[in-house]
């Protein structure tokens, strides 16, 4: 939890970044505690897919604007398919998803320097991550999950931040929140041989297990960033699905967590 706190709000719980609030951008990890969503996937539901009341689902997205001081109308969500393709966003994207179908589709990766604009990336056990540079207002909110993780979306990202926005990447914080740790994420033989064997831990009964965290933090001081500006969270949705929706967990009976960012 180094480098990160609990916000807590009405019985809701989020989880903050201590160099993002440094950088001054409003943000928040969310987790399942309080919310509106009920039945099967009680709590803070962010997916509009998962079979979840969509007023609720709205009601969720409003609370957290207010507690988080976001600007409700102007979310922009994506159409999440564990690419790479990242989508800067401008000010003709906001509300897409929101008060508006959303035509931002096959993309994992949203990037803005407009203000007033929250990105929005969710997640149940893939990695979220959200970018900062600060000295040139540039935000990024970030889904990797395994499939994410091996195309390397976070470098992907800031390679981006920097063509497009001029943005440093020695200038970069990141921020890594909950997902899947390498306690439970068990793979098959095929999908360890996609990892560099550093990052593939084997385990007592012939399995083993990934490594994401370690993985997504080696990607983006490779992309560029110093390593005491990357904080992990390193919390672990599947011990934690009281606390996290965790598709491993629950299988289809789960929700959406979000990560979200605005300048
Ligand atoms: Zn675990």
New binding site residues.
């Given amino acids: 939890m180094a480098g990160f706190y609990e916000f807590h709000k009405n019985g809701r719980l989020y989880i903050k970044s201590e160099a993002l609030d440094k950088c001054g951008v409003r943000h928040g990890f969310t987790t399942r505690q309080g919310g509106a969503s009920h039945g099967k996937i009680e709590g803070m539901n962010f997916g509009f897919r998962v079979g979840d009341d969509p007023d609720d689902v709205y009601e969720n997205y409003r609370t957290a604007a207010a507690d988080l001081g976001l600007c409700y109308e102007n979310f922009v969500l994506a159409r999440q398919t564990h690419t790479d393709n990242i989508r800067c966003v401008t000010r003709s994207d906001a509300g897409k998803g929101i008060t508006r179908e959303s035509d931002i589709t096959d993309t994992d990766g949203l990037i803005t320097d407009e203000p007033d604009i929250p990105l929005v990336i969710f997640s149940a056990d893939c990695v979220p991550i959200l970018l900062v540079e600060p000295k040139k207002r540039v935000i990024a909110a970030v889904h990797s999950g395994w499939r994410g993780s091996v195309k390397k979306i976070a470098r992907a990202a800031v390679q981006k931040m920097e063509e497009c926005y001029n943005a440093d990447a020695r200038e970069i914080y990141a921020a890594i929140g909950a997902s899947?740790?390498?306690?439970?994420?068990e793979v098959g033989e095929d999908t360890a041989a996609l990892f560099p064997e550093e990052y593939v831990i084997p385990k007592q009964n012939g399995k083993c297990t990934v490594d994401l965290w370690r993985f997504n933090r080696d990607i983006l001081t490779e992309a560029g960033l110093r390593g005491e500006n990357i904080s992990v969270l390193g919390e672990?949705?599947?011990?934690?699905s009281d606390r996290y929706y965790s598709y491993r967990a629950h299988r289809e009976h789960t929700g959406r967590l979000a990560a979200m960012i605005q300048i």
């Fill in positions: 899947i740790g390498p306690c439970c994420f672990c949705t599947v011990c934690q």
